[in-house]
């Protein structure tokens, strides 16, 4: 019998594959408009992750009526890495996130473009719907996503 040493990403032949995960975040540096964030979480293909998200603040707005925050557009983006240290990218050409709220705090959906990483996820693309809520008065972000993921 002979034997074939394949790569992971030959093997899995790029089909779209079902997704879903649960996302935490909270902010560890802020830059201008610019906040930094660390993820962490557990997605179907991923298993449990770490990773980044950059979060630019600069088309919040306060909305007349409530006085809450109201955000349409917003571009994210990062690095989502496995626990073998296999990394998927994400945004910034995002559909984009809506954020409301009636204070510091909110819900927050959107679309999230899966695109190229290394590993098994080297020519992965996707896209994932999340809804969450957030506290920006405690610095904190929690969602879930459900999409697909092709690899």
């Known amino acids: 019998m002979l034997g074939f040493a394949v790569t992971a990403n030959s093997q899995n032949n790029d089909k779209p594959r079902p997704m879903k995960g649960t996302f935490y975040a909270h902010v560890i540096a802020t830059n201008g408009a ?18 980044i998200m950059y979060f630019d603040k600069t088309n919040i707005k306060l909305n007349p009526t409530t006085h809450g925050i109201e955000i349409k557009d917003v571009k994210i983006s ?66 879930t996503a459900v999409g697909t993921i092709t690899y």
């Open 34 to 51: 610019v906040e930094t964030l660390s993820i962490t979480g557990n997605a179907t293909h991923i298993g449990n992750f770490t990773g």
């Open 78 to 143: 990062g690095t989502i890495v496995a626990a073998n240290g296999d990394e998927i990218e994400f945004g910034p050409d995002d559909p984009g996130m809506v954020i409301t709220g009636a204070g510091p705090s909110g819900i927050m959906s959107g679309e999230v473009v899966l695109k190229p990483g290394t590993g098994r996820f080297t020519n992965c693309s996707g896209v994932i719907t999340t809804t969450g809520i957030f506290d920006m008065g405690n610095d904190f972000a929690k969602w």
